[in-house]
């Protein structure tokens, strides 16, 4: 069949989930059978996340193909399994960047560049995905921010473009906020109504379907008056209501009939509901886990999107170890060596967390050592890695001046050092090594064991500095072991202490490929470390 679009926008205000429900459309398509992407379209004018703070804008995700992304591509993977690439990540910056040059190239044969038709035209060209021959049944375009932006608009014309010009093709749907006034003790439409027939309207689009974010239930009543207002048929009025976890969403959208409606709009027969059996074990395991186990995370963003994959990646394999995941933010900035004890009291494991910049970096350092000589099991990940093998260079091998030469350019024993690639970099976007690498594992070793006894494993980075060779020796004389080398360029991607239970640090990501049918074996090792360290109550 022809290629089928379907496009997701928000509105009243922004973080209502549209990630999650782009993800949840596309797992229900997906469990029909049907080949799937899901792509996310930001009106900012970077050209990628790469260099946004964390605090403002959550986690970089990384692509295979080393894009730095939208946080909302890890659910697409994490709800799908699918591997995102460049393609599914689309900015302004890079629709306006892409339009200048071809300008300066004299492309347009001395036209006068408008927003419309060439920025909404190339808009037009990247959510069609021309060029690229893939075979998807069904495209998902989320358009990130709140319809009514500024800065949204040429991506709403373009999709009101499209919308005629693919006809049946196309199913538009518009998520927004059902706000409850406790005072009134009342749910209100009004902002839906506005969101849809003021702002949506008037850019020209109807939605087809309309899913309403709701912290109360909605009724029928409430429903029928919705549809009745915003021109929209009653069965394609779902509801979002807030969830004990983001991973009933696709459940709670099958059983209202959301994939079953955006079938029709298409002209598709529906047919037998899918019964999604691994997905619903899954949240079966989910329900039944009741014993808790906490774990901590060392790093200074306190901010819960700022490591939403290493979330992630922690919950599910507590899940699938049986578990329920308490995690705790742990600011590395307040650590100090009186006060270690008492912020890592209590946790059955430790996660020193990946980052930049030398904020924080000592607190860090502290809590490797404490986990270390406390035999606490500590996952450490990019810099996370990196303080613990500074910190074994300060306590173990006796440089008590070693550090890394992105914090300290001086230091006469830099553990870790910049890349040899990278020390003749000046542009800071996109340009550290990203994207998935091949890694070589020493066999025996524990991670090994955790990725079921395979040689040679695939991940993602984003990181310019990495372990310094020249130290290597000591280190394995003294018990640190270097069990995983990229076998192109012999860089070190993990160290562990074997004589430990469970003290790993590894270069990469691994968080960014942990998915809900397939958690990270990194996660499910760690995670079962932490389990055997504590006494069940």
């Known amino acids: 069949m022809d290629t089928k679009y379907i496009f997701v926008t928000g509105g009243v205000v922004s973080s209502l989930g549209k990630g999650i429900i782009s993800a949840s459309i596309g797992k229900l398509l997906q469990a029909r059978g049907y080949k799937v992407t899901i792509q996310k379209f930001d009106p900012y004018i970077n050209i990628d996340p790469g260099t946004l703070n964390p605090y403002e804008h959550g986690e970089c995700y990384v692509t295979v193909d080393g894009m730095e992304t939208d946080l909302d591509l890890g659910h697409?993977?994490?709800?799908?399994?699918?591997?995102?690439?460049?393609?599914?990540?689309?900015?302004?910056?890079?629709?306006?960047?892409?339009?200048?040059?071809?300008?300066?190239?004299?492309?347009?044969?001395?036209?006068?560049?408008?927003?419309?038709?060439?920025?909404?035209?190339?808009?037009?060209?990247?959510?069609?995905?021309?060029g690229l021959d893939e075979g998807f049944d069904f495209v998902i375009t989320e358009v990130g921010g709140t319809i009514g932006d500024i800065e949204s608009a040429p991506f709403m014309e373009a999709i009101r473009q499209l919308r005629w010009q693919l006809g049946r093709d196309a199913v538009c749907v518009h998520l927004t906020y059902v706000p409850y006034l406790k005072a009134a003790q009342e749910l209100k439409t009004k902002p839906t109504q506005h969101s849809v027939v003021k702002e949506l309207q008037g850019m020209g689009i109807q939605p087809d379907i309309l899913v309403l974010r709701t912290e109360r239930h909605l009724d029928d009543h409430l429903r029928m008056k919705v549809a009745s207002f915003?021109?929209?048929?009653?069965?394609?009025?779902?509801?979002?209501?807030?969830?004990?976890?983001?991973?009933?969403?696709?459940?709670?959208?099958?059983?209202?009939?959301?994939?079953?409606?955006?079938?029709?709009?298409?002209?598709?027969?529906?047919g037998e509901t899918p019964v999604m059996k691994p997905w619903r074990d899954f949240l079966d395991k989910q329900r039944n886990a009741t014993r808790e186990v906490h774990v901590a995370l060392v790093g200074k963003y306190d901010l819960q999107d700022a490591y939403k994959s290493i979330r992630e990646s922690l919950n599910?394999?507590?899940?699938?170890?049986?578990?329920?995941?308490?995690?705790?933010?742990?600011n590395s900035e307040h650590i100090t060596p009186q006060n270690v004890a008492s912020q890592l009291s209590g946790m059955a494991g430790v996660v020193i967390c990946p980052g930049f910049g030398t904020r924080g970096i000592e607190g860090k350092i502290i809590a490797a050592e404490y986990t270390r000589t406390h035999d606490i099991p500590t996952f450490g990940i990019c810099l996370g890695m990196q303080m613990m093998v500074i910190e074994f260079a300060r306590n173990v091998l006796g440089y008590k001046d070693a550090n890394s030469s992105e914090m300290d350019t001086q230091t006469p024993h830099n553990v870790i050092d910049m890349m040899e690639e990278q020390k003749t970099i000046t542009q800071m976007g996109g340009t550290m090594r990203l994207g998935a690498y091949e890694c070589e594992l020493v066999k025996g070793s524990r991670v090994y064991e955790a990725y079921g006894k395979e040689t040679l494993i695939k991940e993602r980075h984003r990181h310019r500095y990495e372990f310094n060779n020249v130290y290597q020796a000591e280190y394995e004389q003294h018990g640190m072991k270097c069990v995983g080398i990229n076998p192109a360029a012999n860089l070190v991607e993990i160290v562990e202490i074997p004589?430990?239970?469970?003290?790993?640090?590894?270069?990469?990501?691994?968080?960014?490929?942990?998915?809900?049918?397939?958690?990270?074996?990194?996660?499910?090792?760690?995670?079962?470390?932490c389990i055997d360290g504590t006494v069940e109550a």
């Open 76 to 130: 697409y993977e994490r709800f799908t399994g699918i591997h995102t690439t460049r393609n599914n990540s689309i900015t302004t910056g890079r629709i306006y960047k892409t339009v200048i040059d071809r300008e300066r190239h004299g492309d347009y044969l001395g036209k006068t560049i408008q927003v419309v038709p060439h920025i909404t035209d190339e808009i037009k060209r990247r959510m069609l995905r021309e």
């Open 230 to 270: 915003c021109n929209v048929d009653l069965e394609c009025v779902v509801q979002s209501e807030d969830m004990p976890s983001i991973y009933e969403v696709p459940v709670s959208m099958q059983q209202q009939g959301l994939d079953a409606a955006i079938m029709r709009k298409i002209g598709i027969p529906v």
């Open 316 to 330: 599910l394999a507590g899940i699938y170890n049986d578990v329920k995941m308490k995690i705790h933010f742990i």
């Open 499 to 529: 004589d430990k239970k469970w003290y790993i640090g590894t270069q990469f990501h691994p968080e960014y490929s942990s998915t809900v049918l397939h958690p990270h074996p990194l996660f499910m090792s760690f995670i079962k470390a």
